[in-house]
């Protein structure tokens, strides 16, 4: 049989299927070459493919991690939650995620968490041949040439103009093809094509498409940006940056504020505007001059300067200034704080320790115990103790036992009672001295409190000479009533102050008659007059210096009489001068040879740089300052004109300005200062202040200019080298620390480092509360959790505690600045100021602040120049101003008389220039005028306070003498009248010792005052009288019977020789104080 072959072929159309494989192979190679980190998952929340950037950003294989569920990839609070969050998207439909891009917490394999932006694609099964057909035409348009397909794009990230439509529509079509690709890769394995199928997972109609971007890298970038913002914007210094033009190109709030320039913007100016004139005129040139020759003298260095605000006010500050260079352009960056504050606390501090220490009053400071805290060098000097020997021991130890027994229970009724019966007012006391020695004070007690308690000054006086003065000033009236010869007491006018019983004998006149009345009284119409023998006395000033006159003497009935008159000239520092006439008639004609004394002034206005030139301008002096300024040797320029040193524009006209003053008077730079330009040996200029003075010598007539030079260069470099991001931190005078919110260091800067002893390596990262003591650092996790969770604000500055590397407590006061992300509190900034020197600086000056405060006594504290810059309210009392407002700032010449004031400034001027102390460190008296015009009689002790950064300070004390100087008057006077009066006299104390022993006495007697005064008054009697005469006086002190005193009867005196001889006696009885009994004897041989 015959069979024919037949073939059956079954034809399978493989199109479809080969279009799948083409589309998965170029699909899975598209999502492997995506740099962006694909992740898909199914509707389960399977992860069904994970691409190769997905592996590196969150290192996991793809094959460990496929088949897994997406919630390894969240951190523990989202993946509690997303199962639900997809059940309900496939019941309700609503995209709440899907299509939207969002920041969210992503979580590694290691188990650390990152920030990732996250966007959300779905596509389904059934758009699989759509999807083919997409991935295919897609990629035949791009080419698959570049890679470039971007998911996420923000504006300006593409690099390209607006108008280019051609790379736009380029990125859109790879974005859609990048989603089509991973669509399809995880719909559509084909048969043979390698890859991963989860094997717990059923196919379904949904799947998700994950792109994410890792924005790690990117918070820590905008992070550390918002803290360079926050430490620029909110930092409490302020902070400025410029160009190498000195033009403003960045300035903080802060430095607007300090500045007052709140309502404008600095930037664009140049920066001389915050620079006194005399610094701002040289600006431009630092820099310049900088460019040039990159000599740092600023840069990188601390330094104060002056600043000027706004309203033209000039204040001190702190300036660090650092150099910054980006790229080649060259910035300059200043840090500047304000130390106006902490100088004054230091002046205060200062000036009141020194108060302390140089004031000649006796200072000392007890506590409510007794005991001795404070001891000046005035109570060393008083009492003869060591201020260590004294400090530390009870009062008692100054007082004598009698009162040192009941101190305790006086302070002790005062503590319990309040009863003030000592402290605010004067009294006389007993001291005694380290030798045991009793002696007499006047003490002034005040009350103050410090940080301790309460505490007692004492101003101390020792009064011991103020009984003698009293005994002097009684024994010179005696001596003006018994001296045989007429006496007279005058002031410097002339007026009658005593009037003796024997010149009411001689001139007719009795003693009410004559008292206050003038001299002249007694002078002739014509001739020589007492008074003008008056006129003609004089003698240096605190000398006695006396003077014969012939003249001629009219009596009361207008009788004339030619008298011998016998001047003594009694002066006293800062009063008025006193004279003491002695009037005896005479015979002879006289003629008077007048004398005049001449005081010549030496004017030396030497000063630095100093140049003394003749009227023709032939410059015939210099000092070494100007020769240092100027380069030149004083050979080389002593004998040319000052033009040589004076820029041509100047030279040209300088004779010609010396010609018209000298023609016409007229001053227009002498006694004036002002700024000009002088010119170096080496030809570059100068700015100097100039002042110009004249001297002229009268006796011949030479006129010579003196001429002082202030050099006014400074250095003009402000050289500035930090990096913009970290170095204003690391750089910064002030210690700055930065936190995020959960307390960990951030930053910790270079200043923090020297407060806190760690360095930033050892802090960063850690906790803050490393750096806060007990129970601060407790509390500190507690404190921040409230500022998140109610909004608490932490911004106000505030005193706070700090703990040390070794564990020291130190004060710091802290301004806390917010770093806010989208609305959310991520970090802290704080700006930290040692407060530790200036609380110890501030404790320590209390007392001495408290003490200056209610000194008893007046002090006046004057600048170089005299300007008074403060006063204490016994000055002001002593004086009788109001307030401080009414003489702080002006010169001190206003509470002085004419005399003095008039050459005050030159005594300035000479002590500046020589430096020789002829005031300074002494005490003498002047006299001072009141705001009334009143003349006070004062003692004034003067101390120079110098002190490191701070100009140096004259210190005047004040005491009030009147009363003093009228006693000192009366003893001179008793001096005088004693060596003087024309008979012996004596004066012993109620026991008969000699205390006074005239010097005719001495000649009588034949002992000299070293011999006698000591001794008994038995000495100048014979043996017989000698053995009773100290029961004469016993007697006569227990029964006041006088059979001696106030008469006159005739005794027996002994010479040193021991001869006998007749004499005239007459006793008269003084009482001192306390009742002390003294007698004056007036013994006239026979």
Not at 123 to 149: F, N
Not at 581 to 595: G, H, K, L, W
Not at 806 to 819: A, N, P
Not at 880 to 898: A, F, H
């Amino acid at each position: 049989v015959t069979t024919d072959l037949v073939f059956c072929a079954y034809l399978r159309d493989i199109n479809h299927e080969q279009r799948l494989k083409d589309a998965y192979i170029l699909s899975k190679t598209a999502i492997d070459a995506c740099p962006i980190p694909i992740v898909l998952i199914n509707g389960s929340g399977i992860v069904v493919r994970f691409s190769r950037a997905a592996t590196t950003v969150f290192q996991w294989k793809t094959e460990d991690i496929v088949g897994k569920n997406v919630k390894v990839l969240m951190n523990h609070d989202i993946a509690k939650v997303h199962d639900q969050h997809l059940q309900d998207y496939r019941h309700s439909g609503v995209k709440r995620v899907i299509d939207r891009t969002r920041q969210v917490q992503a979580m590694r394999k290691d188990g650390m968490g990152i920030t990732v932006e996250l966007s959300v694609k779905e596509v389904r099964r059934s758009d699989l041949c759509k999807i083919v057909d997409d991935v295919l035409g897609a990629s035949t348009h791009l080419g698959l040439e570049g890679g470039a397909m971007q998911i996420f794009s923000r504006p300006g990230e593409s690099g390209g103009d607006v108008g280019k439509q051609d790379a736009k529509s380029r990125l859109a079509a790879t974005n859609h093809f990048l989603a089509m690709a991973s669509s399809f890769a995880a719909h559509a394995q084909p048969k043979g094509a390698k890859g991963h199928t989860p094997a717990n997972t059923q196919p379904d109609d949904e799947l998700f498409i994950g792109y994410m971007r890792d924005l790690s890298q990117e918070y820590i970038l905008r992070q550390s940006n918002e803290l360079k913002d926050v430490i620029l914007s909110e930092s409490s210094v302020p902070m400025i940056q410029l160009d190498t033009k000195g033009v403003i190109l960045y300035a903080n709030p802060a430095l607007h504020h300090e500045f007052g320039y709140e309502g404008d913007n600095l930037v664009g100016r140049n920066v001389k505007a915050l620079m006194p004139s005399e610094v701002a005129v040289h600006h431009d040139g630092y820099l310049e001059r900088y460019g040039q020759t990159g000599i740092k003298h600023i840069i990188d260095h601390q330094r104060e300067a002056v600043a000027k605000r706004k309203d033209g006010e000039l204040f001190p500050i702190e300036l660090s200034v650092r150099e910054l260079n980006v790229k080649g352009d060259r910035t300059y960056f200043g840090y500047i704080r304000n130390i106006l504050q902490p100088q004054l606390v230091r002046d205060q501090k200062r000036l009141g320790d020194t108060i302390m220490s140089l004031s000649p009053i006796p200072l000392v400071v007890i506590t409510e115990e007794g005991i001795i805290i404070q001891f000046n060098d005035a109570a060393q000097e008083v009492f003869g103790y060591t201020q260590a020997e004294a400090t530390g021991a009870n009062v008692k130890t100054l007082q004598p036992p009698e009162v040192a027994d009941k101190h305790d229970m006086y302070l002790a009724n005062y503590r319990r009672t309040g009863v003030k019966s000592i402290v605010d007012a004067k009294r006389r006391v007993m001291g005694k001295r380290k030798s045991g020695k009793s002696f007499p004070l006047e003490i002034l007690i005040k009350e103050t409190t410090d940080t301790d308690g309460r505490v007692f000054i004492g101003y101390l006086r020792d009064v011991s000479s103020e009984k003698m003065l009293q005994v002097a000033n009684d024994l010179s009236d005696a001596i003006s009533t018994l001296s045989p010869v007429p006496l007279i007491a005058l002031d410097a006018s002339g007026t009658i102050l005593k009037f003796s019983s024997a010149a009411t004998n001689d001139l007719g006149y009795q003693v009410e008659e004559a008292m206050h009345g003038n001299v002249s009284m007694f002078d002739p119409n014509e001739g020589p007059g007492i008074s003008h023998a008056l006129h003609r006395s004089s003698g240096p000033q605190g000398a006695i210096h006396s003077d014969v006159h012939k003249v001629r003497v009219r009596r009361k009935n207008g009788s004339l009489y030619w008298a011998e008159c016998t001047i003594r000239e009694i002066k006293q520092e800062a009063s008025q001068a006193s004279f003491v006439a002695f009037i005896r008639d005479v015979s002879e004609e006289i003629t008077n040879e007048i004398s005049r004394s001449v005081f010549k002034r030496i004017l030396n206005l030497t000063y630095t740089p100093m140049v003394i030139i003749s009227e023709l301008g032939i410059i015939e002096h210099v000092n070494e300052s100007l020769t240092e300024t100027f380069g030149y040797a004083s050979k080389d320029i002593i004998g040319q004109n000052i033009k040589l040193l004076t820029p041509p524009e100047v030279s040209i006209h300088h004779d010609s300005f010396l010609k018209a003053y000298l023609t016409s008077g007229l001053k227009s730079v002498l006694d004036a200062k002002r700024k000009v330009y002088a010119v170096h040996k080496d030809g570059t200029r100068i700015v100097v202040e100039l002042c110009v003075r004249e001297a002229v010598t009268t006796e011949i007539g030479k006129r010579a200019y003196f001429g002082f030079l202030r050099d006014l260069r400074q250095e003009t470099k402000l050289h500035q080298a930090f990096n913009f991001n970290d170095a204003i931190t690391d750089l910064s005078p002030v210690p700055i620390i930065a936190i995020d919110s959960r307390g960990t260091i951030l930053k910790f800067s270079a200043a923090s480092t020297k407060v806190f002893g760690y360095d930033a390596s050892e802090v960063v990262r850690e906790n803050v509360k490393m750096l806060m003591p007990e129970p601060e650092a407790s509390n500190h996790d507690l404190y921040l959790e409230r500022a998140r969770t109610r909004g608490v604000q932490l911004t106000k500055p505030r005193r706070v505690r700090g703990k040390t590397k070794d564990g020291k407590i130190v004060s710091l006061e802290l301004t806390l600045s917010e770093v806010s992300h989208k609305g959310v509190v991520t970090s802290y900034v704080g700006f930290l100021r040692d407060m530790t020197d200036l609380d110890m600086e501030e404790a320590e000056g209390y007392v001495s602040s408290a003490i200056a405060d209610v000194a008893d006594q007046a002090i006046v504290v004057t600048d170089t120049r005299g300007t008074i810059v403060q006063m204490n309210r016994s000055a002001l009392d002593l004086l009788k101003y109001d307030s401080l407002d009414e003489c702080v700032g002006n010169n001190v010449k206003m509470i002085m008389t004419r005399d003095y004031a008039a050459n005050h400034d030159q005594y300035l001027d000479t002590y500046q220039r020589t430096k020789v102390k002829r005031i300074i460190d002494s005490v003498r008296r002047v006299t001072a005028l009141t705001k009334t015009g009143e003349v006070l009689h004062v003692e004034l002790g003067v101390r120079e306070l110098n002190i490191d950064g701070l100009e140096p300070r004259f210190l005047g004390y004040l005491r009030d003498v009147g009363d003093e100087i009228t006693r000192e008057v009366a003893a001179r006077m008793n001096s005088t009248l004693i060596s003087l009066a024309p008979v012996p006299i004596i004066l012993s104390d109620a026991s008969g010792r000699i205390i006074s022993f005239s010097p005719l006495a001495s000649r009588v007697f034949g002992f000299s005052q070293a011999e006698a005064i000591g001794n008994n008054l038995s000495i100048l009697m014979p043996e017989d009288v000698a053995i009773v005469h100290d029961g004469y006086l016993a007697r006569y002190q227990a029964t006041g019977v006088k059979s001696i005193i106030d008469s006159k009867r005739q005794v027996l005196g002994r010479h040193k020789s021991g001869k006998t001889f007749h004499a005239i006696l007459s006793v008269r009885e003084l009482s001192g104080q306390d009742d002390q009994k003294f007698y004056v004897a007036f013994v006239s041989p026979e």
